[in-house]
């Protein structure tokens, strides 16, 4: 069976890291499944799976398992501790149907973990979650090129610049911490800290493509709950 293995530095020291490390995960590991659909003329994106991750802790670290369609995917999460204080989190996943594209996508939850355990050591934080199909690519752009066009209307740029949603679009700002494109998945990860401090990923996935935001904030829940539907709103339009 042929493993994932994937590993992240951390700027946190390791006993609060493996304190917290099994509730980020429940948030950032959670898998939705997410599936574009024609409904009368018109593409819509509906969500076909939406199950809890399922956590057990050892004496190394823990275990998490996730459903993806018919699979079972399950990670061993290791934590070590290094020297100057700061912190290694490697995993091994096995069980993926396609583990090419779990990578990517276990990719780009390692830097959003990163992002959220090295700045906000007390969770939790307050969920946003919203998603919309791709619109306006024709029949030979790849998914890369539909998330480089989401990007370039939300208002992303590069790696540590600053980052400002464009006006008419719900109001962020932050740093994009990465970048990265995929067959597959697509994502940036960006450090937010306006209206309240926390983590957002505008990531593009699957076929036809689905664009994702999901964000932990901490401050005002009232903010995230205001967030989340203007985010949906403007997905199912844009």
């Known amino acids: 069976m042929t493993s994932v293995d994937l590993a992240v530095e951390i700027a946190a020291d390791p006993g609060r890291v493996r304190s917290t490390l099994g ?72 069980g993926a149907a396609d583990p090419e594209a779990f990578a990517e996508r276990m990719t780009t939850v390692l830097v959003a973990l990163a992002a959220h355990l090295e700045h906000f050591p007390d969770p939790p934080g307050s969920e946003l979650h919203a998603w919309g199909p791709s619109r306006g690519r024709t029949s030979e752009s790849t998914a890369e090129q ?18 400002h949603t464009f006006r008419g679009l719900p109001a962020m700002s932050g740093t994009c911490l990465e970048r990265r494109g995929g067959r597959h998945h697509s994502a940036a990860v960006i450090l937010l800290d306006d209206p309240v401090p926390g983590v957002a990923v505008f990531a593009t996935s ?23 539907a203007q985010w949906a709103a403007w997905l199912a339009a844009a």
């Open 146 to 163: 539909a998330h480089a066009r989401f990007l370039s209307q939300v208002g992303v740029v590069a790696p540590r610049q600053e980052f």
């Open 23 to 94: 509730a980020a995960l429940a948030f950032w590991l959670r898998p939705t499944g997410l599936e574009t659909r024609g409904d009368g003329g018109e593409t819509v994106v509906v969500v076909t799976a939406d199950e809890p991750v399922r956590i057990t802790h050892d004496d190394d670290g823990l275990t998490t398992e996730i459903d993806e369609g018919p699979a079972t995917v399950s990670t061993a999460w290791t934590v070590a501790g290094r020297a100057d204080r700061t912190t290694v989190v490697t995993c091994r996943s096995t």
């Open 206 to 228: 699957g076929t036809p493509p689905v664009h994702e935001v999901r964000a932990l904030l901490f401050g005002d829940q009232t903010v995230a709950e205001r967030l989340q």
